[in-house]
């Protein structure tokens, strides 16, 4: 005797519904599934993003739980640093890095004139993973932490992640082969207004490179007037070279001021021979 028809249906509908179960308990990933990403589509635009400001009102929780908007962390300039704090590769070694590289930095203070804001793209995460992420950095010193916070977006509906990403230029994407995200290593400076300075990129870093993109995101006002000066003259001598990456010597500027004073010691010159060839004219009596 055969199988009735309502019985067989009612087994394929269980063997269904149990193929969907670990999905349901899993979630669905926070951004489009890919199973390939081409690299290039995760490339920063700068000329697009630089001047950029960030909206203010952005609300977000911080790791203790407290509300945080955006327009608090703003006022000096920022470090905007997005990860996600499941990740266990390359988002806690930027933040591990950019502690050890901030020790360093020693004549600006966190908290005091500078800020840094580590934010989760992954809505997923709540207060208490950022908590647990901020924990596991050993680097972090109590000065450090201070002037560092850790928060995810209050509203972690589908996309608000991406949109916040985005206002710095910023895309991710969810690779299915290797159950992680895909995103650049970026550091943001922002200026006290929240406008986007400049972008380091990568996991290594140093204490120079750090000050001088400080004294970028707000040209030489992070520091007391005694010293202001100073900064405005080191953020003129030294250009950001977008090819290489890091800071450099301003070769452009060094040879205009050589070629001015090189100018203007001609004229000196010139002047000084017309004075003598004056002083030695014979004075005729009348």
């Known amino acids: 005797m055969g199988t009735p028809g309502w019985l067989r249906a009612s ?4 063997l269904w ?7 349901w308990a899993v979630g669905k990933p926070p951004t489009e599934n890919r199973s390939s990403i081409d690299p290039a589509v995760m ?3 700068e000329s697009r993003h630089l001047g950029q400001k960030l909206a203010p009102g952005v609300a977000l929780i911080d790791e203790s739980g407290k509300p945080l908007r955006m327009a ?17 590769g390359t988002c806690p070694t930027i933040n591990q890095n950019l502690a050890v590289a901030l020790e360093g930095v020693k004549r600006f203070k966190a908290g005091q004139d500078y800020r840094v804001l580590t934010v989760s793209f992954d809505r997923r995460d709540d207060p208490e993973l950022a908590s647990k992420f901020a924990a596991g950095l050993k680097a972090l010193s109590p000065q450090l932490r201070d002037g560092w916070r850790f928060a995810v977006l209050q509203d972690r509906a589908e996309g608000r992640t991406e949109a916040f990403a985005q206002q710095v230029g910023f895309n991710f994407f969810w690779s299915r082969v290797d159950k992680t995200f895909l995103h650049p290593n970026v550091l943001v400076f922002l200026t006290p207004e929240g406008r986007v300075a400049r972008y380091i990129y990568g ?36 250009s950001y070279n977008f090819s290489e990456g890091r800071y450099q010597p301003n070769y452009a500027l060094f040879a ?16 000084l021979g017309y004075r003598r060839k004056l002083g030695r004219r014979p004075v005729h009596a009348h």
Do not use: H, N
């Open 17 to 23: 519904l149990c193929t969907l179960a670990p999905a």
């Open 72 to 88: 608090e962390v703003l006022g000096k300039p920022v470090i905007l640093v997005l990860s996600y704090y499941g990740c266990d």
């Open 43 to 45: 490339q920063i635009d």
């Open 256 to 271: 205009g001021l050589g070629a001015l004073a090189f100018g203007l010691g001609l004229i000196s010159l010139g002047l």
């Open 203 to 238: 996991t290594r870093m140093d204490a120079r490179t750090l000050e001088l993109a400080l004294i970028d995101a707000d040209w030489g006002r992070i520091s007391d007037s005694a010293s202001a000066v100073f900064d405005m003259i080191t953020g003129a001598c030294f």
């Open 11 to 14: 087994v394929l509908l269980g």
